[in-house]
């Protein structure tokens, strides 16, 4: 059976129907056993779709035949514990854990409020709440001498270091507020150019700013 060659015919059952058909199925057509349909596909780069693996699937539990079968609830099956208030009794509740508390591996990385720590990119973050959520427990040092200070990040701007340098103590006159859109020139030069020259070119732009800027103030007003 296994030397036995496909036929055109054959192929083209399995072509047509392995994708979102049965194997045990194509398997009967054309005489061979589903681990040869199996391997024929592979040959051939046939793939079951996501509907048939899901079809699959779902024949495959309800044709379960272990006993456990019959012990399972039922839709619609009301458990006869069900709302009724359990206690394990004994000292079980001298033993749980209290809410908020970790254990394990948590317990080990958990870091206070007040902890700071080097994120990506090198930016210097302070943890200022115990949230779990990452984006919103760990902020920027140089954010919080910004807003401490009264300022503010409008939405579409980064806080940034003038000189580059990201290194602590944060003074203010090296903090800018940048455009997403002018970060991304920036970056964009100081991967094509020299330091020097990067920054040469970011002078050059603002150059040309203040200029457009002086010269449509100096305009005339329409009459």
């Not at 359990?86 to 206070?112: E, H, I, Q, V, Y």
């Not at 040092?141 to 000189?163: M, N, T």
């Not at 330091?195 to 050059?204: C, M, N, P, T």
């Amino acid at each position: 059976m296994y030397g036995r060659k496909w036929s055109l015919s054959e192929l083209a059952v399995l072509h047509a129907q392995y994708e979102n058909g049965l194997t045990t199925e194509i398997a009967r057509l054309t005489g061979r056993t589903v681990r040869q349909v199996q391997h024929k596909a592979r040959e051939e780069g046939l793939r079951k779709s996501h509907e048939a693996k899901a079809e699959l699937a779902r024949i495959a539990a309800q044709a379960l035949a272990h006993g456990g079968k019959k012990t399972r609830f039922q839709p619609g099956q009301k458990p006869w514990n069900a709302g009724q208030p359990f206690d394990a009794g004994g000292r079980s509740a001298d033993t749980r854990f209290r809410p908020g508390c970790l254990n394990g591996a948590a317990a080990r990385k958990f870091m206070p409020i007040g902890s700071e720590r080097i994120a990506d990119g090198g930016y210097l973050q302070r943890k200022v709440s115990c949230t779990g959520v990452k984006s919103t427990d760990w902020v920027p040092v140089h954010h919080l001498v910004w807003l401490a200070a009264g300022r503010e990040i409008p939405p579409g701007y980064q806080l940034g270091f003038k000189d580059g340098n990201k290194a602590p103590p944060f003074n203010l006159d090296n903090l800018e507020l940048v455009s997403k859109s002018e970060r991304m020139r920036r970056n964009a030069y100081q991967l094509r150019y020299p330091g020097d020259i990067a920054k040469l070119i970011q002078l050059r732009g603002a150059l040309r700013r203040q200029i457009k800027r002086i010269s449509e103030q100096a305009k005339p007003e329409a009459a």
